[in-house]
Every structure is written in structure tokens, then in C-alpha cells.
């Protein structure tokens, strides 16, 4: 029975020690799960309270098991009120200790003072709840002992709290952690064994041979044990869970499952570079809007994860790849030199070139890639990303599927845009916008049947600047809404003064950006501006393209058909370089098709000139017109018309022109008046 005795005891003594040990482990793990430079104060208070709740029941559920060990019995009217009590000042003193231990510069006295909260309440637990479980032994109080005993469980905490400073910031595990949970665990182990050894328990020490257990002392103390495992579980799951679950919900990309723009930060904090060189990738796909515009979301989501596979796939053993949101990705690549950066950027064009099969639709998208160097362009993050973005943008301007790496240039470039998109606020203001007009050549009969209006800016300084130029930033910054206002009222005005001085009566058109579309009231500004000027509505025509057409097509079709039924005509510009399925061409009212520029200019080739035939065809079946825009020479003349296309626009008929020459112009042409 002895040697049972003596068995249970070491048993429980080895059991509560662990226990002490994984308390504080648990403890001082949750105290470091928020780095002090990132969480609120609120956050870290709750970690921290979370932390000393746990270290209190470990102490609790340590002090149950010693007490156990050593044979004592309970009196059964133990009182509970206090034994709450005793927890709550032992959690108290534990958050104050804690709290000082992490604070940002430690000091002597910090050390100290926090050793002597967390050695107090260590202590105050155990003797407020040597008194609350009314032992019924008799205990000796010995003094010396038992102020060894606390002085031991001081120190110790102090010696465990100077090491928080190594560990406070790392979530994960940290060998440093592990000691200082060790000391802890002795300061809360040494409290009671040396007390009770102190002390002097009556019915013998943790030394001794004590008395064995019963049995319901075995069933209660198992259960103790396992619902102080339990806690810790569930402490430890709620720190997995805000570490792997919430962490990757922050700080990754749910449809890519790339890591995002936060996973990006933390990366170059983190990991990427640190002095060494390498390279930024900024990639952009080129026209995504349009084949979410007309395919749906559904499939341009799809179309993302594709393209995030085949970046994965593209990139080297050690680069990394995130997405920034929308249609934007960037590649980290430590350790590359110019030239296997370009390298990459070809390989990443060819991936991407090749067509994308998704839910039946071939698809075929291109990229355009900026890459930037380290340290020639910076060293950080934001460094890095701007003059790949710039990089990005020379590649788009410069005609897409492309890329480039930044040089000092392209900075030239971007400030010039910045400087213009200042101006362009104040443009409309000191009417430096002009209306230019490019006629409509009927080949066939020799007339002009239409003239296009477009728009050009006077720069004080720039002199004139080109649409290409200034559309997309007044498009981004919205200035195309005003700009596109006082385009109709102008146009109007000028056609009908050509009506009435009888130099032309023919349909002028204007381009419609997608802005314009956004706004409720484009119906109610052409209709203003109709009525101010007093023009018929049929010289009157807008151009919209084809992804206008198929963005919220059932708005945009009703917005439509509501101008076309005023009178107004619409053209449907750059035809066959957007995305629409021509199944829904039929549903869209448009009066004729523009056949765009570029299968013109390369009409010599088989495949150009079949799609020019097609289109033509279309036309013809669905009873519209077609325009062939950037008509240069006779031989495409020539092949337009074989082809059944009679209307042309281009330098070869005329270049737009101001109003003062265009009424030369036309008496040169004999105008249909
Ligand atoms: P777009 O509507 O397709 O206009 C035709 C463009 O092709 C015009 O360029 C015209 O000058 C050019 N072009 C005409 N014939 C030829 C040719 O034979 N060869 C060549 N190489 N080019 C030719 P522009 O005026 O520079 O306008 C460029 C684009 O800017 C326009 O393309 C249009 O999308 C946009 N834009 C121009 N004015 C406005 C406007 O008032 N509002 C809006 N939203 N966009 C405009
Ligand atoms: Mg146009
Ligand atoms: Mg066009």
C-alpha cells in the first residue's frame, strides 16, 4: 500500500509539474500572438486576459493535483465564494505581471515588479486556497520555509519574464517561450511542494510515503486533468485558428489563392531582398474589363484563376506570386539580373497568349508586364511597385501585350501625365477643347454622307495634344462627363449653323465613353442639347464601342433605344476588336457598324480580309450600315468595294479638320447639300 502510495504520488507530482508547465506555455503563447507594432490595444488587452485566465487555471488545477498527492482530505463544505475569489485576485495579479512584462523597454524595476505580481498571485492562490479547501490536516506554519518557497516562485517569474522580450513578438513556437514556461512552471510547482514540504503537512509531505489515493480521488483528479487539457485546447485552437484561419483569410486572395496585397507587405517586410537584388513584376491583363464586361463575371473569375495557375507555373523556384485585386498580379523574384527578368516577362507573355478554355469559350487574352529592378530602381516596397507600375504603364501605352523594365524616361512620361490630368481639370474652364471633323466619303456616289467629330485640346504649353493622350485620363478621372456635354452642345450648334448656311446637311457623330453610360441623365443631355441648338435629331449620331454595348446591356439597350427612338442615330465604333459575342448584336440598336482600323490597315492579309467580308455580311443581314475606318489608299478602296462596303473614312478622303477649313473642304468636294 506504502509503495502505491509513493507510485500515485510521483505519478501526480511529475503530472501537476507538466501541467504548470503547458499552463504557462499556453499562457505566454497567447500573450505573444499579437505582435505590439500591428494589434490595437483592445486586441492585445484580450490576448493578455486570455493569457492570465489560463495561467490561473493551470495554477488552480496544479495546486488541486499537489494537494491531492499529498493525501489530504477535503472538507466536503468547501467554500466556494471564496475559492472564486482567489481566482479572480490570482488572475488579477497575473494580467497586471503580465502586462508590465510587455511592455516596450524593461527595465530592473519592470523585471522585478512584474516577477513579484506574477509570484504574488502564484502564492495568494495557493494559500487562499490551502484556507478554502479547509484541509483537514493540521499544517504547521513555518515561517522561514514557506518565505523561501515565495521567494523561489519571485525569482523565478522574474527570470521567466525577462525572457518575454525575446519572444513577445513571435506567435509561433520559440525555444525561448519553452524556457521561460519552464521557469514559470518551477516558480508555480516550487510554491506548493516547498510550502507543503515546509509546512509540514500532518499526514506527511510530498517527500513521504503518504497515504494513498481512494479511488474517487483518482476519478476526481483525472477529471481535473482533463478539463485542464480540454482548456488548453481550446486556447490552442483559438490561437491556430487566428494564426493559420484568419491569417490566411487576411492575408490571402480567396478566389486566386494567392497571397494578397497585406501578404505582400508582410513579404517584402519579411523576406524579400534585404540588400540583395532582384526583380518586381507588375502585370496587368490587357482588356480584362471587356470579357467580364460581355462573358459575365462568372467566367472572368474563372479566367483569373486560370491566369494565376499559369503565373505560378511561369515563375522561378524561389519567385513569388500575388495578386493585388482585379486583373493585377505581381511577381517577386529575388536574385534576378535584367536579363533573366526579361527572360521571365517572355515567358509570362507566351503563357498567357495561349487561349483559355472556360466553360466552352476559347478564350484569348494578352498581358502587359513592368518590371523594376533592385537596387538600380530602389530597395522597398513602394520603391519598387512604382516604377514597376510605371514600367507598366509604358508597356499599355506602347500598345499592350508587352512588357518593359523602367528606365529614368518613362518617370519623364508619368509626370507628364500628372501634369496633364492637373491641367485638364482647368481646360474646359479656359476653352482650350476644339472640335475637329473627319468626313464620311460615300465611294460609290461620291459624297459626303457623315462627318465624325473629334476632340482635340490646345495646351498653352504642349501646344495640341491627341484624344489617345487625353481620353483615358479624363475618362479615369471623370472629366469626360463635362467635356462630353459641351462636345454635344457644340457639335449641335456648328451642324445645324452648316444646315442653315447650306453647306452640308449630314449626320455628325460623337464618341460616347463608357462614363457616359454610368450617368443617369445622358438621354435628358442630348435632348438639351438638341433642343438648345434646334437640330433635327437625325444629324445627330453617337458613337458608343462594343464593350459600352455589352457592360449592363439591358440599361445601356434601353437607354439606346430610347435615343434611337427620339431620332437619333448610333454607331457601334471599332468594330471587331472587342469581345461581343455576336449572338446578342442583333439585340443592340445601332444604325451602322465601323469596321475598325486595324483589319484596314493590315487588309492585304487572307484572314483580315475575311473578317472584313464577314462583318460586312453581318451588316448586310441585319440591316445596317457599315463605315470602314482609316481608309489610306486606292488598293484598299478598291478591295472595300469589291467587298460591298461603300462607305470609308480616312486620311485618304480627309484628314479631320477644324471647322474654318472643313467649309473649304467642302466646296472642294461637292458636298451633298
Ligand atoms: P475613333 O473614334 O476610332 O476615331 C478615329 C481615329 O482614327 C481618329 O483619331 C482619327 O483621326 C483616326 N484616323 C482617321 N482616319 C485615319 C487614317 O486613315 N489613318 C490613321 N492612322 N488614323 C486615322 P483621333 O482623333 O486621334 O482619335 C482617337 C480616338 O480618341 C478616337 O478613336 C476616339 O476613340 C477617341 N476620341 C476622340 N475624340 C473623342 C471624344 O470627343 N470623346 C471620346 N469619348 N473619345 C474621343
Ligand atoms: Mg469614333
Ligand atoms: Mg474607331
Redesign the pocket.
Known amino acids: 500500500m506504502d509503495h502505491m502510495g509513493i507510485h500515485y504520488n510521483i505519478w501526480i507530482m511529475l503530472l501537476s509539474f507538466g501541467l504548470s508547465i503547458l499552463a504557462s506555455y499556453s499562457a505566454l503563447n497567447l500573450i505573444s500572438q499579437v505582435p505590439s507594432s500591428t494589434a490595437s490595444p483592445r486586441t492585445r488587452r484580450l490576448w493578455l486576459l486570455l493569457g492570465a485566465c489560463v495561467l490561473e487555471i493551470g495554477i488552480w488545477a496544479m495546486h488541486y493535483a499537489g494537494i491531492l498527492a499529498s493525501g489530504l482530505q477535503f472538507d466536503g463544505r468547501s467554500n466556494t465564494g471564496m475559492a472564486i475569489l482567489s481566482m479572480v485576485i490570482g488572475t488579477a495579479f497575473c494580467y497586471f505581471g503580465l502586462s508590465i512584462s510587455l511592455g516596450k523597454r524593461m527595465t530592473f524595476l519592470r523585471w522585478t515588479g512584474s516577477g513579484i505580481l506574477l509570484g504574488a498571485g502564484i502564492s495568494a492562490m495557493y494559500y487562499a486556497g490551502r484556507s478554502w479547501i479547509k484541509l483537514d490536516a493540521q499544517t504547521d506554519y513555518n515561517l522561514p520555509g514557506q518565505s523561501i518557497s515565495v521567494m523561489i516562485a519571485i525569482i523565478a517569474s522574474s527570470m521567466s519574464i525577462m525572457l518575454i522580450g525575446r519572444f513577445k513578438d513571435s506567435p509561433g513556437f520559440n525555444r525561448w517561450k519553452l524556457y521561460s514556461a519552464l521557469l514559470l512552471g518551477t516558480a508555480i510547482t516550487s510554491v506548493h511542494y516547498m510550502s507543503t514540504g515546509a509546512g509540514g503537512v500532518a499526514h506527511g509531505s510530498w517527500l513521504g510515503p503518504g497515504p494513498s489515493l481512494v479511488q474517487s480521488d483518482v476519478i476526481l483528479l483525472t477529471g481535473v486533468s482533463l478539463v485542464t487539457l480540454f482548456m488548453f485546447g481550446i486556447t490552442g485552437g483559438a490561437v491556430f485558428l487566428d494564426r493559420h484561419l484568419l491569417e490566411r483569410m487576411a492575408y490571402h486572395d480567396p478566389l486566386t489563392g494567392l497571397p494578397n496585397r497585406h501578404g505582400l507587405e508582410r513579404y517584402f517586410k519579411d523576406r524579400f531582398l534585404r540588400g540583395r537584388p532582384g526583380a518586381v513584376f507588375f502585370i496587368d491583363l490587357d482588356r480584362f474589363k471587356s470579357i467580364n464586361d460581355t462573358l459575365g463575371h462568372d467566367i472572368g473569375d474563372m479566367l483569373l484563376q486560370e491566369v494565376a495557375s499559369r503565373l505560378l507555373q511561369s515563375v522561378s523556384s524561389r519567385g513569388k506570386v500575388f495578386r493585388l485585386g482585379g486583373d493585377e498580379f505581381l511577381i517577386a523574384e529575388p536574385g534576378f539580373s535584367p536579363d533573366e527578368a526579361a527572360e521571365e516577362a517572355k515567358r509570362i507573355l507566351q503563357e498567357i497568349k495561349k487561349s483559355f478554355r472556360i466553360q466552352d469559350n476559347d478564350l484569348y487574352v494578352t498581358a502587359s508586364v513592368g518590371i523594376s529592378m533592385a537596387p538600380a530602381h530602389g530597395t522597398d516596397r513602394s520603391s519598387l511597385m512604382k516604377a514597376a507600375d510605371t514600367a507598366l504603364y509604358s508597356s499599355k501605352d506602347s500598345g499592350k501585350n508587352k512588357f518593359s523594365i523602367f528606365d529614368s524616361e518613362m518617370n519623364r512620361h508619368q509626370l507628364r501625365r500628372m501634369s496633364l490630368e492637373k491641367d485638364l481639370r482647368k481646360a474646359l474652364a479656359q476653352s482650350e477643347f476644339m472640335v475637329v471633323y ?1 468626313p464620311k466619303w460615300d465611294s460609290l456616289m461620291n459624297v459626303t454622307v457623315g462627318l ?4 482635340r485640346w490646345r495646351h498653352p504649353e504642349h501646344g495640341i495634344i ?3 493622350e487625353f ?1 483615358p485620363i479624363a475618362e479615369e478621372t471623370g472629366l ?1 462627363v463635362p467635356i ?1 456635354y459641351w ?1 454635344l452642345h457644340e457639335v449641335c450648334s456648328q451642324n445645324l449653323l452648316w444646315h442653315k448656311e447650306g453647306v452640308a446637311s449630314v449626320a455628325v457623330s ?4 463608357a462614363r457616359m453610360f454610368e450617368t443617369e441623365d445622358l438621354y435628358e443631355v442630348v435632348v438639351d442639347a438638341l433642343s438648345r441648338s434646334g437640330l433635327d435629331p437625325q444629324y445627330l449620331e453617337l ?1 458608343i464601342t462594343e464593350s459600352i454595348a455589352m457592360n449592363n446591356m439591358e440599361e445601356t439597350v434601353a437607354q439606346l433605344s430610347k435615343l434611337r427612338r427620339l431620332g437619333v442615330r448610333v454607331s457601334l ?2 468594330f471587331g476588336t472587342g469581345f461581343s459575342s455576336l449572338g446578342n448584336l442583333d439585340e443592340i440598336p445601332v444604325n451602322t457598324l465601323k469596321i475598325d ?1 486595324v483589319f484596314i490597315k493590315k487588309s492585304k492579309m487572307h484572314s483580315k480580309k475575311a473578317i472584313i467580308s464577314n462583318i460586312i455580311a453581318i451588316a448586310s443581314n441585319l440591316d445596317m450600315e457599315v463605315v470602314a ?4 489608299t486606292p488598293e484598299q478602296i478598291e478591295l472595300l468595294q469589291s467587298l460591298g462596303c461603300r462607305v470609308m ?4 478622303y480627309g484628314r ?1 479638320m477644324p471647322v474654318h477649313e472643313l467649309g473649304q473642304w467642302f466646296t472642294e468636294n461637292s458636298a451633298a447639300v
Do not use: C, K, R, W
Not at 473614312?649 to 485618304?652: C, E, F, I, T
Open positions: 473627319q465624325e467629330a473629334l476632340l491627341s484624344p489617345a481620353i469626360i462630353t462636345m460623337i464618341n460616347m465613353s458613337e465604333d471599332d482600323q475606318e482609316g481608309v489610306e473614312q480616312g486620311y485618304y479631320p
